[in-house]
Structure formats: structure tokens, C-alpha cells
């Protein structure tokens, strides 16, 4: 199993970690460099959510017709082209159009990797196998932390390391990722209204989930800075402790087989909400518990939606993945964008806290089609 997980943790950790994450942890700096607004901050943030859901709408066309392999692969030449182009960004409009390419590989890796682990693995260990992968986002945050506290000032620097990693991360894929003898074919049950309507509830909840968490990706980094006066080793401590708490993300799979998909999901979702609102509590206790709350309920929540929606699609899982992380996307884009506007008008606590409290309805939505 883990000859083919290990690349897909890694791919993972760059396609999201490096190319999509890492903006916020460096947003402080980038946004002096560039001289941005909270709301040219949330428009960039948006770009890569927007891409995100753009790729995930052709993931499965083109796993169909290309192969797995080969999406991977596009999806690491985005992610490194995006990094190279937000390393050399002169002003707002590049590193949005950069952001935009870098967040492409995000959106197709998680499908072909759900493809790859119903292809190459056991079916015993696809449960654990597509949750090992999804946390690979813990292990991109683990090692971007320390090159954000090494090259605090300088995060051109900083994604050009980034971009290096991607790089060697795509040979090892290429090297150790299989092409199946044959692609996988469309499951004619997947474009019926019937399928649609049991994925009904899981693409509300991937919504929902996407845009309360989009706030925190975007701008917990900032609020410390701006709002806690933190300095750049506290802050970037915050990130890091978020990325090791998110490893515990990959034992999702035996968690939901022990107390089910329905009992997992809401008090996944309740500690993801908890960690919006403890984050304006101004004690250091509640803001790095935050952290804690938040990395390793984030991991556990798409290792939950990786689960349910390969359950409804179980054919193609990569459809169902593209579905529900289409529908996350479309959540974070919307969300980062509003939460920029709202922090620019308003506050970072009232914006935090708004986001939990829609996030919080989220409980109510049922699991029952997950069969």
C-alpha cells in the first residue's frame, strides 16, 4: 500500500499545502510587498479556490481519458508553474493569475489519487489509503512552516524552495505511480438524476464546509498579525502546530469505520466551528488550541467526504471525489472572497465568528444516502 500512498501524500502536500495554502501563511508579507488590501487579499485567495473548482469539473474526464498518471502529472506542473509564478510576481494581477495556476493541481490530484487507490490497493485498505493521501495537506503545512520562520521576510525566496519540491516530488510520482491497462470507463448511473439526488446532502455539506473554513486558511495568519500584534515565529508556530495536529487526519478511515459516517461528520464539524470562534478569544491557550482544533478537524473532514463520496460512486470514485471537492471549492472560493470584503468593512472576530455560526448548520445536514 504504501509504495503508492507515500508519493500520493507527497503530491498532495504540494498540490495543497505549497500551491494553495502556503499564500496565507505568507499573506503579511506578500501584502506589504505588494502594497494589497484585505480585499485584493481575499480576490487573490478566491483565484485559487475558483481554479480548484475549475479543475476538479474536468478531473474525471480527464482520468477517462488520459489515466491517472497523466493527471497527476499535469497536476504537478501546475502547482510548480503557479509556485515559479508567484515567486517572480511584480504586482497584484500576476500573482492572481499565478494563484489561479498553482490552485489547478489541487483539483485534479484528489481525484485521480481516489482513482489510484481504487485501482492499486486492496480494497481493505482503500478507506485508509485515500485518508492517508488527504492528509499529505498536514505534511506540506509541517514543512512550510520552517521555511516561512527561516525566510520570514523573504517569501519570494520562499516559494522558489517550494517549487524545487514540486519538482522532485513529480519524478517520484511519475516514477512510482501505475498506469492501469485500461481507463476507466463512464458509469452510465453516475449522470442519472437518481445518483445526483443520493449526492445531494454530501454536496451541500462540502459547501458548507468550504466556505466556514475558507476564513481560516485565508486569514488566520493575519488576524494573529494584525489583530494579537504576534510576531512572525508565534504566528508561523500557529501554522505549523496546525499542520502536525492534521497528520492525525489519515487515521480518518478506521475512525469512521469504528463510529460511522454520519456520528464522524457532526463532531468533526462541530470542533471545525469551535476553532473559528476560540480563535478570537485573545488568550494563547484558546488561539494555539485553535490551531490544534482546526488541523486536525479540516484533515479529518475531507478524509470524511474522500469516504462518503466514494461510497455513493463506487464504480468511479474519482467523480464522486471530483463532486464533493467541486463543491468544497465552490464554498472556499465564495467564502474567501465574502470574508475579505467582511473583515475590510467590519472585524476579523465578527467575520470569524460569522463564518462558524453558517458552518454550525452544516450539523443538520443527514448522511442517510451515504449507502
Same mark, same amino acid.
Given at each position: 500500500?504504501?509504495?503508492?500512498?507515500?508519493?500520493?501524500?507527497?503530491?498532495?502536500?504540494?498540490?495543497?499545502?505549497?500551491?494553495?495554502?502556503?499564500?496565507?501563511?505568507?499573506?503579511?508579507?506578500?501584502?506589504?510587498?505588494?502594497?494589497?488590501?484585505?480585499?485584493?487579499?481575499?480576490?487573490?485567495?478566491?483565484?485559487?479556490?475558483?481554479?480548484?473548482?475549475?479543475?476538479?469539473?474536468?478531473?474525471?474526464?480527464?482520468?477517462?481519458?488520459?489515466?491517472?498518471?497523466?493527471?497527476?502529472? +499535469? #497536476?504537478?506542473?501546475?502547482? &510548480?508553474? *503557479? /509556485?515559479?509564478?508567484?515567486?517572480? !510576481? @511584480?504586482? %497584484?494581477?500576476? +500573482? #492572481?493569475?499565478?494563484?489561479? &495556476?498553482? *490552485? /489547478?493541481?489541487?483539483?485534479?490530484? !484528489? @481525484?485521480? %489519487?481516489?482513482?489510484? #487507490?481504487?485501482?492499486?490497493?486492496?480494497?481493505?485498505?482503500?478507506?485508509?489509503?485515500?485518508?492517508?493521501?488527504?492528509?499529505?495537506?498536514?505534511?506540506?503545512?509541517?514543512?512550510?512552516?520552517?521555511?516561512?520562520?527561516?525566510?520570514?521576510?523573504?517569501?519570494?525566496?520562499?516559494?522558489?524552495?517550494?517549487?524545487?519540491?514540486?519538482?522532485?516530488?513529480?519524478?517520484?510520482?511519475?516514477?512510482?505511480?501505475?498506469?492501469?491497462?485500461?481507463?476507466?470507463?463512464?458509469?452510465?448511473?453516475?449522470?442519472?438524476?437518481?445518483?445526483?439526488?443520493?449526492?445531494?446532502?454530501?454536496?451541500?455539506?462540502?459547501?458548507?464546509?468550504?466556505?466556514?473554513?475558507?476564513?481560516?486558511?485565508?486569514f488566520s495568519r493575519s488576524y494573529l498579525t494584525a489583530v494579537y500584534q504576534m510576531s512572525d515565529f508565534e504566528s508561523v508556530f500557529f501554522w505549523i502546530l496546525m499542520g502536525v495536529s492534521g497528520i492525525i487526519g489519515g487515521v480518518a478511515g478506521s475512525f469512521i469505520n469504528k463510529i460511522g459516517l454520519s456520528l464522524s461528520y457532526r463532531l468533526t464539524l462541530l470542533i471545525m466551528m469551535t476553532s473559528l470562534v476560540i480563535i478570537t478569544i485573545p488568550n494563547p491557550i484558546t488561539i494555539y488550541t485553535s490551531s490544534i482544533f482546526f488541523g486536525v478537524s479540516y484533515i479529518v473532514m475531507t478524509g470524511i467526504l474522500i469516504v462518503w463520496s466514494t461510497r455513493i460512486f463506487t464504480s468511479l470514485p474519482s467523480i464522486g471525489v471530483s463532486l464533493s471537492f467541486l463543491s468544497l471549492g465552490i464554498g472556499q472560493s465564495i467564502g474567501s472572497f465574502i470574508a475579505g470584503g467582511t473583515i475590510d468593512a467590519i472585524s476579523y472576530p465578527f467575520t470569524f465568528v460569522l463564518f462558524s455560526l453558517i458552518g454550525l448548520v452544516g450539523v443538520i445536514v443527514p448522511t442517510k444516502n451515504s449507502n
Open positions: 500500500m504504501w509504495k503508492f500512498v507515500l508519493p500520493g501524500i507527497a503530491m498532495i502536500g504540494v498540490t495543497y499545502a505549497f500551491a494553495r495554502f502556503s499564500f496565507g501563511l505568507f499573506l503579511p508579507h506578500i501584502t506589504e510587498s505588494l502594497d494589497l488590501t484585505e480585499s485584493n487579499a481575499g480576490f487573490v485567495g478566491s483565484t485559487a479556490y475558483a481554479s480548484y473548482t475549475l479543475a476538479l469539473l474536468t478531473a474525471s474526464l480527464f482520468i477517462q481519458k488520459w489515466g491517472q498518471l497523466r493527471v497527476i502529472q +499535469l #497536476a504537478g506542473i501546475s502547482a &510548480i508553474l *503557479g /509556485l515559479l509564478g508567484i515567486a517572480f !510576481s @511584480p504586482n %497584484f494581477y500576476i +500573482l #492572481a493569475l499565478s494563484t489561479f &495556476i498553482a *490552485g /489547478l493541481g489541487s483539483g485534479w490530484s !484528489s @481525484p485521480a %489519487f481516489s482513482q489510484v #487507490a481504487a485501482t492499486s490497493l486492496r480494497e481493505k485498505d482503500r478507506d485508509r489509503g485515500n485518508t492517508w493521501m488527504n492528509s499529505g495537506t498536514s505534511f506540506g503545512l509541517i514543512v512550510s512552516g520552517p521555511i516561512a520562520l527561516l525566510f520570514t521576510e523573504h517569501w519570494r525566496l520562499s516559494f522558489l524552495l517550494f517549487a524545487l519540491m514540486a519538482i522532485v516530488v513529480f519524478i517520484w510520482n511519475t516514477i512510482r505511480i501505475p498506469t492501469p491497462a485500461s481507463f476507466p470507463s463512464q458509469d452510465k448511473t453516475v449522470t442519472g438524476s437518481r445518483s445526483l439526488k443520493r449526492a445531494k446532502w454530501l454536496i451541500i455539506a462540502s459547501i458548507m464546509v468550504g466556505g466556514s473554513s475558507s476564513v481560516f486558511w485565508t
